[in-house]
T-cell receptor
């Protein structure tokens, strides 16, 4: 059973296009995240949602818009794609309610985005 | 601002060796520290999570320690195997920054048969 899944796994597109990446978790977690891993393999938080509410929004261009239709899904929409957006995007989830499991984050397999 | 550093950046060892990966962080106000493994082209697999109140965690051949006051964690791998070859990442969850994890840049481990 896949815990955190992302689609698509690979995405190749041209500059200026708009694209979306989808993420789903079946762990019953209440918090979901998007991370970006650049060409140097450095991972950095982009967004975090808790119970469909945005709680972390790092300094990310407003071309990136996350959407959480429910607790189990967190999608990432990117407008007007640029060359510098090429990276691997990881979705993750955790349970952050007090008294529960120790906030361990589980990651999806990643979406490799290439902008040409 | 929390910064996480991992040393060495790359490590190559012969099979069977015991080895230690190092992680240091600048702000000791953390909730927990998590070690991950990333295989080429793959996602992250959580290996061990240490709460701030704990000193170490063990899983099989892996042992992670945490010294919060000095801002250090180590991942000890016993009797290394070629299948252990991967990039190992440590990440801390600060107390004051919500749920985000701050990652180190990773140690790329190669275990030679």
């Amino acid at each position: 059973d896949t815990a955190v899944s992302q689609t698509p796994k690979y995405l190749v597109t041209q500059m200026g296009n708009d694209k979306s990446i989808k993420c789903e978790q079946n762990l019953g977690h209440d918090t979901m995240y998007w991370y970006k891993q650049d060409s140097k393999k450095f991972l950095k938080i982009m967004f975090s949602y808790n119970n469909k509410e945005l709680i972390i929004n790092e300094t990310v261009p407003n071309r990136f818009s996350p959407k959480s239709p429910d607790k189990a899904h967190l999608n990432l929409h990117i407008n007007s794609l640029e060359l510098g957006d090429s990276a691997v995007y990881f979705c993750a989830s955790s349970q952050d309610r007090r008294g529960r499991a120790p906030y361990e984050q589980y990651f999806g397999p990643g979406t490799r985005l290439t902008v040409t | 601002k929390q910064e996480v550093t991992q040393i060495p950046a790359a490590l190559s060892v012969p099979e069977g060796e015991n080895l230690v990966l190092n992680c240091s962080f600048t702000d000791s106000a953390i909730y927990n520290l998590q070690w991950f493994r990333q295989d080429p082209g793959k996602g992250l697999t959580s290996l061990l999570l240490i709460q701030s109140s704990q000193r170490e965690q063990t899983s099989g051949r892996l042992n992670a320690s945490l010294d919060k006051s000095s801002g250090r964690s180590t991942l000890y791998i016993a009797a290394s195997q070629p299948g252990d070859s991967a990039t190992y990442l440590c990440a801390v969850r600060p107390l004051t920054s919500g749920s985000r994890l701050t990652f180190g840049e990773g140690t790329q481990l190669t275990v030679n048969p």
